[in-house]
């Protein structure tokens, strides 16, 4: 999850901010508001920035969290929230990304915009979210605009997470704030070009601001809320003594600004609890098995968004479309790791069955079968170790040719005006 996707989700309403306290209170004394939370999470969506509620959506929403909540690996209802990848290009080389460190499993490129318009066609109007970023730089597919326009227009909420250091003016600007456009993550980790560019390598900082000025300014320009513009900061041991003058600097622009602690090869840095990963490894069935689609710019499906290697993707959606990758052998296989840990040797060698959430999963069943509470379990991992477990894949194998007709990088400079 991205900081700027926790914004977003600070803005949806969930039971917690609309119950009463009193009620909470009372919830809480009867040691039943844990169950009350998720009976209503799972009747009511979140209500995204941009997200339009139909009762399609709502029924499928109804009908998708039934299903992951009893672990069926057949499934009726359509993902809640797609990642279709506008790029798999970037022009950064920031060392915790399989891009960014020259990785190469699948032709460089664009998401064509008749596979776009196809998948939204069919997934479209179940759809509450749709990110467009996965591996690459979404701001360099030149169809932004209209990939944003077509999924806000059908009442999805939508999220771009940027880098930002790239070739932006006013009139892209005010084309991203017409295309409807929810929420803009600018990933900026830090105060000065002398610490940002130990991570974001390439990058270029104060374009970086300049670019989120011209949205502010866009924004005011066409009298629009949207898109919320958010700085988010990925705190390291380098650049953590900057998070204050970074909140500083984005009040001053006036953007939202959200810091998490950002997850590196090996092992965990100590931030002495002063930061917080965007996402845990909780007991929970994986929500991208059931809830998420994640389709890469080539038409390939991966399991979910941290993995990288074609070798492991389930299918193409070229092929019948969507939903006929999301039943199939791959996909039922890999939900069954949740209930079944010895199951067949197809489902032991996707990758799903080794994952940290699989087996936190494993792991709380077991706590629970010993008449342990929930609130006495502890995962055993962090989300270090589920970022380590893709991120260590790519030393496992051997690093293949480059495909033909692969985008040169090198041509992409980042600091062009």
Request: hydrophobic letters at 35%; a negative charge.
């Amino acid at each position: 999850m991205s900081n700027a996707l926790q914004v977003l989700n600070r803005k949806a309403a969930r039971l917690p901010q609309r119950a009463s306290a009193a009620a909470i209170r009372a919830l809480r004394r009867a040691g039943v508001y844990g169950q009350a939370e998720d009976f209503v999470n799972n009747i009511r969506p979140p209500m995204w920035p941009g997200m339009r509620l139909t009762p399609k959506r709502l029924l499928n929403y109804q009908l998708v969290q039934y299903q992951r909540s009893h672990g069926h690996t057949k499934l009726f209802g359509r993902p809640l929230v797609l990642t279709l990848e506008a790029t798999n290009v970037c022009n950064l080389k920031c060392p915790a990304c399989f891009t960014g460190v020259g990785e190469v499993t699948r032709v460089r490129g664009i998401m064509p915009m008749e596979r776009y318009r196809s998948l939204i066609d069919e997934l479209g109007d179940y759809a509450l979210l749709l990110e467009f970023y996965n591996w690459g730089e979404p701001l360099l597919n030149k169809n932004i605009y209209e990939m944003v326009g077509l999924a806000s227009g059908r009442g999805i909420s939508t999220i771009i997470s940027t880098n930002f250091s790239v070739t932006f003016d006013q009139e892209r600007a005010e084309k991203l704030v017409n295309s409807g456009l929810a929420i803009l993550g600018a990933g900026i980790d830090g105060a000065s070009q002398e610490t940002y560019e130990q991570y974001r390598a390439g990058g270029d900082f104060e374009k970086t601001l300049k670019n989120m000025r011209l949205m502010v300014a866009a924004k005011k320009a066409l009298g629009s809320e949207s898109p919320i513009v958010c700085w988010s900061f990925h705190a390291f041991e380098h650049n953590k003594h900057e998070i204050d003058k970074a909140k500083s600097m984005a009040d001053d622009i006036g953007v939202e600004f959200s810091a998490t602690k950002g997850w590196v090869e090996g092992d965990e840095w100590d931030d002495e609890g002063k930061v917080e990963f965007p996402v845990m490894v909780s007991p929970e069935r994986c929500r991208y098995l059931w809830t998420q689609a994640v389709v890469n710019n080539d038409g390939l499906a991966s399991p979910c968004a941290n993995s990288f290697f074609e070798e492991e993707d389930f299918g193409t959606v070229d092929e019948g479309g969507f939903m006929e990758v999301w039943n199939n052998r791959y996909y039922q296989e890999a939900r069954k790791t949740f209930s079944q840990r010895n199951g067949s040797e197809f489902g032991k060698s996707l990758i799903c069955n080794d994952c940290p959430y699989t087996k936190t999963w494993e792991n709380f069943e077991s706590h629970l079968a010993q008449g342990l509470s929930k609130n006495s379990f502890e995962s055993g991992y962090t989300t270090n170790d589920w970022f380590n477990y893709f991120f260590q894949r790519r030393h496992d194998r051997d690093n293949p040719a480059q495909p033909e007709n692969a985008i040169d990088l090198s041509s992409v400079d980042s600091r062009s005006s």
